[in-house]
């Protein structure tokens, strides 16, 4: 465990760990050393010149004092060591997300990351404040203890020795008892943690459907409760033997050194005051093991947080280009792509070419692969077959900032974090003026968002931007990519309706931001497909239909019913708001 947490804080920053692990072990053999001095102090004492008792008392105090001091540094390099892994950590994890491609942020990956830079990281930072010590304790004391019995007599110190693979065995046995069902109680309160956040998102849901009160919606949960009190139960009932078995053996350790003692004693081979002091080490011999017992379950869940954290520090990079090659204009072009989500095919030679500057639109039915084609392009994912070009050149030879400084992503799911409107809008370009920023704000028709909110500019729009409407964050979405300036703009139109003050303010704002780009544009509505230079229809992850509006209507094909339906749709939809 302790050669996985170096791996994982990186070696750069296992020093600090490496030397509290140090001053760990010192004191533990300190310890061992201070423990054994109580037998020729207490020899001396029911000896017959308890006089000569004063030297092994200096002694003894000496190396109680060089523990505290070993312990004291412990303590220290335990506290830095802990505050160092909490920042490396989050460093490493924080780098390496940023070197992760885009398409491995899907939203429960996203949750999971939360965990683990929350729980997790605190679970490893534990490890070398409440863990390392108890644990280095329990095997270097122990071990100096016997090692020291020798030098007193080495028959007793032999009835020691010969019990510490029984102990072992027994602790393992005992481990292997709970490890299971402890996994399962970790695993099923992980499910109950989950089914409390469904609970409280699925409200609005259940009241609309008229299913209130305390019992509606709570299966699951129930399920979940159930299943977290079971896995509990079992951990009891399967841990209780492997408990108590190894209290047994550890007294029974003692037993024996207290058998083996009295016999020698009887024998005469031993004199009583010796036996004595040979029987309060060994009751300290025993203590730091039987310690080792409760130990276990905290072990188990630092490991699994440093199993956690591994796993995500060694998934696979966005793959950088060693030579990397500069785009040559701003056109795109696939050519024979193939792509599949975890082996289930979504696209199959899919070859198109958006020329530079030009408009195409991506229409097909939903789960056609219509978002897919679109982010093969700033490398959400690597293809499987084929290639994609930006300029002329494939994206996995051009250097990941060049690919995406000429690229600017308008998706539906538009996430704004905890910050001004301004502060949103300026990760388009950090280096942006004030004063160009709010232009593009004015550009957007954000300005008029801005004039409705509490403190003007300065309001915080919530984490997710929960203070703005679906339009209105999708306006700040544009500000931001008309900031950017990519020539590239890749577009998935609002599928939700928006209400016509927010549809024409959108439409004016994207019509800023597209013009004169290259433009992919997921279509929804029947101005945009109409007005772009060719339309894409895509089907089960092929090009079914290619060409212009009118091509494609004289056609008579898929496309030709699509257009026939969408309408008919767009006017009962327009019907229903006149209603
Ligand atoms: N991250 C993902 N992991 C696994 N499968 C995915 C992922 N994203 C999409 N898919 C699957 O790939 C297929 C194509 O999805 P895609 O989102 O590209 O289609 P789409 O045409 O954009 O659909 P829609 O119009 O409904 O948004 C679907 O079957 C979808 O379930």
Redesign the pocket.
């Known amino acids: 465990m302790i050669r996985q947490l170096l791996k994982v804080v990186g070696p750069e920053h296992g020093r600090p760990v490496r030397r509290m692990l140090a001053a760990l072990a010192v004191g533990a053999v300190l310890q061992g050393i201070a423990f054994a001095l109580l037998v020729p102090v207490l020899q001396a004492l029911f000896g017959s010149d308890p006089d000569s008792v004063w030297p092994w008392i200096w002694v003894l105090l000496g190396v109680s004092f060089l523990y505290c001091v070993a312990y004291y540094d412990s303590l220290r390099t335990g506290f830095q060591a802990g505050a160092t892994l909490s920042r490396s950590l989050h460093h490493r994890i924080g780098d390496q997300v940023a070197t992760l491609p885009l398409?491995w942020f899907?939203p429960e990956r996203v949750g999971q990351l939360g965990q683990l830079a929350t729980k997790s990281v605190m679970d490893i930072m534990g490890v070398p404040a409440h863990l390392l010590r108890p644990l280095v304790t329990s095997y270097l004391t122990p071990a100096t203890v016997v090692a020291l019995m020798y030098v007193f007599d080495w028959r007793l110190a032999l009835a020691a020795t010969l019990t510490v693979p029984v102990i072992v065995l027994v602790y393992r046995w005992s481990a292997g008892l709970t490890r299971k069902a402890d996994e399962a109680r970790t695993a099923a309160h992980a499910v109950t943690g989950g089914r409390v956040v469904e609970f409280a998102q699925l409200q609005p849901v259940l009241r609309v459907f008229g299913r209130s009160g305390p019992s509606a919606g709570t299966r699951g949960l129930d399920d979940a409760l159930h299943t977290q009190y079971e896995t509990s139960r079992r951990v009891l009932v399967t841990g209780v033997p492997g408990l108590i078995s190894f209290a047994l053996v550890v007294q029974a350790a003692f037993s024996v050194i207290l058998v083996s003692g009295t016999y020698l004693a009887l024998d005469g081979s031993l004199d009583v005051a010796k036996l004595l002091a040979i029987l309060v080490l060994a009751a300290r011999f025993t203590e730091p093991i039987a310690e080792t017992a409760v130990l276990g379950s905290t072990l188990r869940t630092a490991r699994s947080a440093l199993d956690r954290v591994s796993a995500l520090l060694e998934e696979p990079a966005l793959p950088r280009p060693d030579d990397p090659r500069v785009p040559d204009g701003n056109g795109v072009e696939f050519e024979n792509v193939a792509f599949s989500?975890?082996g289930?095919p979504?696209l199959c030679g899919v070859s198109l070419t958006m020329s530079e500057g030009t408009m195409t639109a991506l229409v097909?039915?939903?789960?056609?692969?219509?978002?897919?084609?679109s982010k093969l392009i700033p490398r959400f994912w690597d293809v499987d077959a084929g290639v994609v070009r930006v300029g002329g050149v494939d994206v996995r030879d051009i250097d990941p900032e060049v690919l995406m400084s000429r690229i600017s992503v308008v998706f539906q799911d538009v996430y704004l974090f905890e910050g001004t409107i301004l502060d949103n809008i300026r990760v388009g370009r950090p280096t942006a003026s004030d004063a160009e920023v709010r232009e593009v704000a004015r550009l957007a028709r954000v300005e008029e968002i801005v004039h409705r909110l509490p403190d003007g500019w300065d309001t915080k729009v919530g984490e997710g931007g929960a203070l703005l409407s679906g339009g209105e964050r999708q306006r700040v979405s544009i500000a931001r990519a008309i900031l950017k300036d990519a020539p590239i703009v890749l577009l998935d139109e609002a599928t939700a309706s928006l209400d016509p003050e927010n549809e024409q303010a959108v439409q004016e704002a994207l019509s800023v931001l597209t013009a004169g780009r290259t433009l992919l544009v997921?279509a929804h509505r029947l101005q945009t497909v109409a007005a772009a230079d060719q339309i894409l229809l895509?089907d089960e992850g092929k090009i079914a239909e290619h060409g212009t509006h009118d091509q494609l209507v004289a056609a008579d094909g898929r496309y030709a019913a699509f257009w026939t339906e969408r309408n008919r749709a767009k006017r009962w939809s327009l019907a229903g708001r006149h209603s």
């Open positions: 398409g899907a989500y975890d289930t979504v097909g039915p939903s789960g056609s692969g219509k978002t897919t084609v997921i895509l």
